[in-house]
């Protein structure tokens, strides 16, 4: 097994087995996001193409998530919180 001090959980924690993400940002993930940190912005990805209607399929949409995704890995610009307005679905 492999640990990672994760910049997510703020501890270490087990790693990804392989660089989930193209080029040097995804290295930079391996290096330094846990399994589970990753599964939580899978999570957080989920709810900010839903909340926003993105398309995967727009270039723009695809920018909007790497800087959301760069703020929940790594605190880094604006973006990363939960999205303004959001409430979870009661179950």
């Given amino acids: 097994m492999r640990t990672v001090k994760c910049t997510v959980l703020k501890e270490d924690a087990e790693g ?3 660089p989930p993400y193209p080029g040097e940002l995804g290295q ?3 290096e330094s996001v846990s399994a589970e940190g990753w ?6 990805q ?3 193409i839903n909340e926003n209607q993105l398309s ?3 270039p723009q949409a695809v920018e909007l998530l790497k800087q959301h995704m760069l703020g929940f890995l790594f ?3 604006e973006l990363g919180a ?3 307005g959001f409430a ?4």
């Fill in 88 to 91: 979870p679905r009661k179950k």
């Fill in 28 to 30: 930079r993930i391996y």
């Fill in 75 to 77: 605190g880094e610009g």
């Fill in 56 to 58: 995967s399929a727009d």
């Fill in 39 to 44: 599964t939580k912005w899978l999570e957080r």
């Fill in 82 to 84: 939960v999205p303004d």
């Fill in 16 to 18: 990804l087995s392989a």
């Fill in 46 to 48: 989920v709810l900010i």
